[in-house]
């Protein structure tokens, strides 16, 4: 792990500046529209706690990237977001979520519908064992969308860019895709139900560079519609394609046990060239651990 | 001794190869014979049926399987398999249909449902319930259930829905329901603990894939658990069926041991096991003897084929999945 | 409902509610159908333990049956005699061969020959105990009549696929490293796979064992034409037919007499309390080698 970071030190910095100035500047803060309000948002699985007291927004329309170490609890974070940890059965949380206002992190709130405005796409491709077509259409259908079901189809897997490598085949299996192909028709799928936010839980980590870069290729033109939050361990994908990230760090107590916490939160291009925390600091140049 | 001798000592040992082969030889030759052993145990199976049957195929061909008729009485002796493979056919169909939706939904609840502490006793429940016995299921058929469906169940059955006429009037608690009722509770645990370890095996990020869209956790199973796991369950029902076609103790007790081919459940009836079993004292002539080893045969054909299914359909629906992986 | 419905969280044309209620009423049938089972388990075990603890006396356990003689005090002793027998003999038969095939299988056969002889003890075991029955009446019991050595013989018949199952299924948990180890400290290969390799398996064997005991110790259909026509009082010699708990519950239960009923119960009873401790004792018998194994393995 610390060898790894150690070599793309100056390649991560470079990256960071070459996205400094392409990206556009952002508004000021106030100016954005809110999307999240997370308040000392807990997460504990068991008796252990993975998160303790994260506080921080998401914003419309932006790229939201949360890195750190492994072990930080950035995916237990982003599983918050839409109640997917409520199928650990022994997990529980305390804080706040508002989504566009609304708690959604009590009980009297349907996770269902949650997970219907909050899509997810998960770090290893897990297209159904249907067809191509089918993927993506299974939740529409379910979720009483079936007007235009093939217009709807094609849009999703255009937006995905993959409607050309596919639209001849869509009856194949989808397990007969690459494993790139199959993480752009996981996304297909998610979007394909127009959620408002799509969640990526390092959507990339299984794939190679060239699906890679699709895939962030598509964030870029996508975030217009919709807002993202991406969780991922390599900080160059982070600073190529996130306007906002989160810097995670592993906590310390004083017997021995481990949490997640929020270290910094803001601007990319602020958090890989002017971080304020010494640790962010040591872990976007690699000197962490 | 010191090391330093050990090392010559051994540098100086020929190498015992004769020896050592001599024993993997033994060993892998008589497993060898024992797995053969097999194959001529099946074999013999196959061969010994048919050879018995021989008479009675002799004498009645093929068209024995769809007579109706048992005659032992001497001088006018005539047999035939119909009524039996059709009181089979009622009893394992509707003990087919009745236990496949109530295990699908055990094993949903224990797959899925069920909070911690509850699925592993109900799982080991239905284990045992897997494990009881036959005769005893018999046993209890005949002394407690029958009297309670002739008494309670049957006549409402007949008094509410009796224009079918699969509801007719009833007379004895021994009947071809009865049969079924009894048959449904020794496949319900087949079928279902073999669709509860199908179920767990569903990938949880293919159902969190799903749950992710925001879909119902019903619309979870039927999208997603039910297919991968479809395969599979089939090869449980067609056990299942299997295992209920085969069973003769339970159906010999319950079935009242009635000949004759009607749509009436609550009359009796008899199926090929049952025949068989309720001759066991063995009074009958030669040709009778034979005729029952012919019931014997065509349930033997039955089972291997239902079997050679059900494990095709295993394979078949492996090898798909380790396209998937 | 007026908050949810105003909620961002509220698209009309999910239908949710409705689909939430099919859920609910799907899932509300699950847990019926697992009522169900549960109740079918408790209510069979009810009846036989509810009309067969009063019949458990000393002589039901230590009298035998006196057919035509209803005033003496009959119990079951010849039955339990028999099946100890009965189910004794079949596992010396069936234990050995079906270790032997799995070893052959696991460790010694060609890909097709080992999916060929799975495939062939798969069918065994769903052929239907009365069939295996009438074949052991034909091979055995036509030229030699009726005896313990057939009764079991079939027994051993239908137990062998469950104790080659078992066995196999463990010999493919032993992790490689051990056969690789044995061999390399230059041990041949017969002497690893009985010293080393098969000692790994005893636990799972066990278990296997026991559970395939459990299962043939109430198989009744294949002493019927094999091992049913058996004389008075209690025998211990197998090349006789002798008596056993499941097929004297058959006759019992058959039976017009109700104190035949209530020793049917009283010997269902018993075969279910050797059962539950059977399935008790293989599955305290799995997690302790599962255990074992993978400590090996690492």
């Known amino acids: 792990m610390s060898e790894m970071k150690g070599e793309s030190v100056s390649s991560t910095i470079e990256a960071a500046v070459r996205v400094e100035t392409k990206r556009q500047p952002l508004p000021p803060r106030e100016r954005l529209q809110q999307v999240f309000d997370i308040r000392d948002l807990t997460a504990i699985y068991g008796s252990k706690p993975a998160l303790k007291d994260v506080s921080m927004e998401v914003y419309k329309n932006l790229v939201t990237a949360v890195i750190g170490p492994s072990g930080c609890g950035k995916s237990t974070f982003i599983r918050c977001l839409n109640r997917m940890n409520d199928l650990v059965p022994s997990f529980r949380q305390t804080g706040t979520i508002r989504y566009h206002g609304q708690d959604i992190s009590g009980r009297d709130v349907d996770p269902v519908a949650v997970r219907r405005t909050i899509g997810m796409v998960f770090q290893r491709p897990n297209p159904f064992p249907k067809s191509i077509h089918d993927n993506v259409a299974w939740g529409l259908k379910v979720l009483g969308m079936k007007d235009n079901l093939s217009d709807r189809v094609e849009r999703a897997l255009t937006q995905a860019a993959l409607w050309d490598e596919v639209k001849d085949r869509l009856k194949a299996s989808a397990l007969s895709l690459s494993g790139g192909q199959q993480q752009r028709l996981c996304i297909a799928r998610a979007i394909a139900v127009e959620p408002d936010v799509v969640l990526m839980d390092e959507p990339a980590s299984a794939l190679d560079p060239i699906a890679t870069q699709a895939i962030e290729q598509l964030l870029h033109e996508l975030k217009g519609q919709y807002s993202f939050v991406i969780v991922t361990h390599n900080m160059q994908q982070a600073a190529r394609v996130a306007d906002m990230t989160a810097f995670f760090s592993i906590s310390r107590g004083e017997e021995g046990e481990r949490w997640g916490e929020l270290i910094e939160y803001d601007a990319t291009e602020k958090i890989f060239t002017a971080p304020s925390d010494r640790r962010t600091e040591d872990y976007v140049t690699g000197r962490f651990g | ?325 | 409902m007026s908050a949810v419905e105003l909620s961002p969280l509220h698209r009309p044309q999910d239908r949710l509610r409705r689909r939430r209620v099919f859920n609910r009423g799907m899932e509300a049938l699950a847990w019926l159908a697992a009522a169900i089972a549960v109740f079918f388990l408790g209510v069979v075990v009810w009846s036989v333990a509810q009309r067969g603890w009063s019949q458990l006396n000393l002589d039901f356990l230590t009298k035998s049956q006196v057919q035509f003689e209803p005033a003496v005090p009959q119990g079951l002793a010849n039955a339990f005699a028999g099946s100890l027998v009965l189910v004794g003999l079949a596992t010396a038969m069936a234990l050995p061969f079906g270790i032997l095939i799995a070893v052959y299988v696991n460790e010694f056969a060609p890909r097709p020959i080992r999916s060929a002889i799975g495939l062939t003890l798969d069918v065994l075991a769903g052929v239907p105990a009365i069939v295996i029955g009438f074949f052991v009446y034909g091979l055995i019991v036509v030229a030699h009549g009726q005896s313990a050595y057939a009764g079991a013989f079939a027994l051993a018949v239908i137990m062998l696929p469950f104790v080659y199952r078992a066995t196999v299924e463990v010999l493919a948990l032993v992790p490689n490293s051990l056969r690789e180890a044995g061999l390399g400290v230059g041990a041949p290969r017969w002497r690893t796979t009985l010293g080393i390799v098969l000692p790994q398996t005893i636990g799972g064997v066990l278990t296997g064992t026991t559970l395939a005991v459990a299962r043939v110790a109430g198989e009744t259909a294949p002493l019927l034409f094999t091992c049913s026509l058996a004389p008075n009082g209690i025998h211990w010699n197998p090349s006789g037919a002798i008596q056993s708990v499941p097929v004297a519950v058959f006759e019992l239960s058959d039976s017009a007499e109700p104190s035949d009923h209530a020793r049917a119960w009283a010997a269902a009873l018993v075969l279910i309390l050797f059962i539950l401790v059977a399935s008790l004792t293989a599955r305290w018998l799995a997690t302790r080698s599962k255990r074992k194994i993978m400590r090996a393995g690492r």
């Open chain 2, 1 to 325: 001794m010191t090391s330093l001798d050990a090392t010559t000592d051994a540098a100086r040992r020929p190498f015992p190869g004769r020896r050592a082969r001599f024993g993997d030889l033994i060993l892998q030759g008589t497993a060898g014979i024992a797995a053969v052993g097999a194959l001529v145990l099946v074999g013999l199976i196959v061969w010994k049926i048919a050879s018995g049957a021989r008479p009675a195929l002799h004498a009645f061909g093929l068209p024995f399987v769809w007579h109706v008729v048992w005659n032992p009485v001497h001088g006018r002796e005539a047999y035939g398999a119909g009524s039996f493979l059709f009181g089979t056919a009622v009893t394992s169909i509707g003990a087919l249909l009745l236990a496949t939706p109530i295990a699908l939904g055990v094993a949903l609840f224990l797959s899925e449902l069920a909070p911690g502490w509850i699925r592993g006793p109900v799982t080991a429940l239905v284990e045992t319930l897997a494990a009881i016995p036959s005769v005893v299921i018999g046993l209890w058929g005949i002394l407690v259930l029958a009297p309670i469906l002739r008494d309670h169940v049957d006549p409402a059955l007949h008094s509410t829905i009796g224009f079918i006429p699969l509801f007719g009037p009833s007379s004895y608690g021994s009947n071809v329901f009865t049969g079924i009722v009894v048959l449904t509770i020794m496949i319900l645990p087949i079928i279902a603990s073999i669709s509860r370890e199908l179920f767990l095996t569903v990938p949880q990020e293919l159902k969190e894939g799903a749950l992710g869209l925001g879909v119902t956790r019903w619309e979870m199973v039927r999208g997603v658990v039910f297919p991968y796991a479809g395969g599979g369950v089939a090869a449980a029902m067609i056990l299942g069926f299997g295992r209920a076609v085969g069973e003769a103790i339970a159906v010999a007790l319950v079935l009242g041991d009635g000949l004759g081919i009607h749509l009436n459940l609550f009359d009796t009836g008899q199926t090929l096991g049952g025949k068989i079993a309720l001759n066991y004292q063995g009074s009958g002539s030669g040709l009778e003897t034979s005729s029952l080893i012919y019931l014997a045969l065509i349930l033997l054909v039955f089972s291997i084929l239902v079997n050679l299914l059900a494990q095709l359909i295993v394979r078949r629906a492996a090898r798909r999945k380790g396209l998937a992986a």
